[in-house]
């Protein structure tokens, strides 16, 4: 009995054994074996790989569904561009001296005085002629060849005193114009015992501060000779500020400003533009936007180029101007500062000289 049954033990583990390898016979395709070479199981690989790849087409993208775009209906920033003009009259005379300046060049000329040779008045003049009469005259009063520097004799003990003192009007202009025109004069004798003082002919020059600076005239060009004045004009707003207007249609910034001199200035201005580019520009923001509903356009800032122009001749004539102005003035730098508002001044400052 034992022997039986140790018989049918063993034939029992026999058949768990041979079952045991055909299941592992089945699950070693699933897994990779020692028995596939590698170039084999690559190719396996590349399959799958297709396989999946072929199955993803087949499902196609995936959809999304977008709203649909609109167009956008608000108005796209605009500016309004506008053309000035900065019309100067260049200085007539050159600027006037300094005190420092004046006492200078009399001392130069006195030096001169005293480097020089001493003038050989034989040279000139012959001995017992009327030149010779008047030269005598003269030097007795002004102690010196030179007409213009004073009394001073260069080679007196008091030749060194040549500096002029606090409050001397040697080194003033007028009184050296007036020096020379008094030297002008010729004495002539007539008779033994008439001597009759006239004039020559000598043109005196003109002043400098001429009439229109004592009334006060600020429309008139013939003021202020040595500063340079610059157009201002009132607009209907009754703000004062440099000639400008709008552009029309393509126009350039050149032909701008030569339309707006001619429609506000009138044409018996002879003017040139200087240069093809602006010097400067001021802009101005809207407190409300302006929509133009045509153009779906909305304007923010108003921006002003101004061009550089010179006046040559003529005057200024607001009669029937096309640009509403109402008053015009020729203003130097610091006068323009009074009239325009303080923030117009601070853009345009830079473009203004000092005389």
């Known amino acids: 009995m034992q022997e039986s049954n140790r018989a049918t033990t063993i034939s029992e583990a026999g058949e768990m054994s041979r079952g045991s390898h055909k299941v592992g016979r089945l699950v070693s395709p699933l897994r990779p074996s020692s028995s596939i070479c590698k170039s084999c199981l690559a190719a396996i690989n590349h ?3 297709s396989s999946a790849a072929a199955a993803a087409v087949e499902l196609g993208p995936p959809t999304h569904h977008n709203p649909p775009v609109t167009a956008s209906v608000s108005p796209r920033p605009a500016y309004q561009i506008k053309a000035g003009v900065v019309l100067s009259r260049p200085p007539l005379l050159t600027r006037d001296l300094t005190p420092f300046e004046k006492a200078y ?21 012959q001995k017992g002629t009327p030149g010779d009469v008047e030269w005598k005259q003269k030097i007795k009063e002004r102690k010196t060849p030179a007409r213009d520097i004073g009394v001073y004799n260069a080679y007196s003990k008091e030749g060194w005193n040549d500096e002029l003192l606090v409050g001397a009007k040697e080194s003033e202009p007028e009184h050296q114009i007036e020096a ?5 004069e010729v004495p002539e ?60 249609g393509r126009e350039s910034l050149y032909a701008a400003a030569e339309r707006i001199l001619v429609q506000g200035g009138g044409i018996n201005m002879n003017t040139w533009i200087v240069g093809n580019s602006p010097v400067g520009h001021h802009n101005v923001n809207y407190r409300r936007a302006i929509i133009d509903q045509e153009k779906k ?40 500062q009074k009239e325009v508002h303080p ?3 601070n853009a345009v400052r830079n473009m203004l000289v000092e005389r």
Request: hydrophobic share 40%; net charge positive.
């Open 47 to 49: 399959c799958n790989a």
């Open 297 to 336: 356009t909305e304007q923010l800032v108003e921006k002003t180029f101004f061009m550089k122009a010179r006046i040559m001749a003529g005057q200024a004539n607001l009669k029937d101007n096309k640009l509403g102005l109402e008053d015009y003035k020729w203003l130097a730098k610091e006068e323009i």
């Open 189 to 248: 004798t007539r008779g033994a015992e008439e001597q009759v003082v006239k004039r020559e002919k000598v043109e005196k020059p003109l002043p400098r501060v001429t009439e229109a600076d004592q009334n006060g005239d600020v429309r008139s060009l013939n003021r202020a000779l040595a500063r340079t004045l610059y157009l201002v004009v009132k607009g209907s707003d009754g703000g004062w500020r440099f000639p400008c207007g709008g552009l029309v």
């Open 105 to 125: 060049f009399l001392y130069q000329r006195r030096l001169n005085e005293r480097l020089a040779l001493p003038f050989t008045r034989y040279f000139y003049y």
């Open 180 to 184: 020379l025109l008094k030297d002008a």
């Open 343 to 345: 923030q117009y001044f």
